[in-house]
């Protein structure tokens, strides 16, 4: 059972970044997908998430500009990251959780992928 998180890198200020949330062993279609990100020092912070029934949810920092989506036929999550600003460089995590109905409040997930880098340079 595992999730893996892709596609970060380093971009300029503007510019657009789609990460992946693959998941294997498991199916990710009775999961709500959960995104975050971590900058060194600092806490954990939410970033949306995207239930079983496809409800999708952001955290105001980054409302308009991301946009979260699952393909189910593929296993996988995305969080389409558009406008992109040089304080969305962090470490950004998916995971999962099987059985959430509104995502927001979910404390614990029940998977965590490995994290991807993001960089945007000013």
């Known amino acids: 059972v595992q999730l893996q998180a892709s596609g970060g890198g380093l971009v300029q200020a503007g510019g657009s970044l789609r990460l992946s949330c693959a998941a294997s062993?498991?199916?990710?279609?009775?999961?709500?997908i959960g995104w975050f990100r971590q900058v060194p020092g600092k806490e954990r912070e939410w970033v949306g998430c995207?239930?079983?029934?496809?409800?999708?949810y952001t955290a105001d920092s980054v409302r308009g500009r991301f946009t979260i989506s699952r393909d189910n036929s593929k296993n996988t999550g995305y969080l389409q990251m558009n406008n992109l600003k040089p304080e969305d460089t962090a470490v950004y995590y998916c995971?999962?959780?099987?059985?959430?109905?509104?995502?927001?409040?979910?404390?614990?997930?029940?998977?965590w992928g490995q994290g991807t880098q993001v960089t945007v340079s000013s």
């Open positions: 995971a999962a959780d099987r059985g959430a109905s509104y995502c927001p409040v979910i404390v614990e997930y029940d998977y």
């Open positions: 062993g498991f199916d990710l279609d009775y999961y709500a």
């Open positions: 995207i239930t079983s029934a496809d409800s999708t």
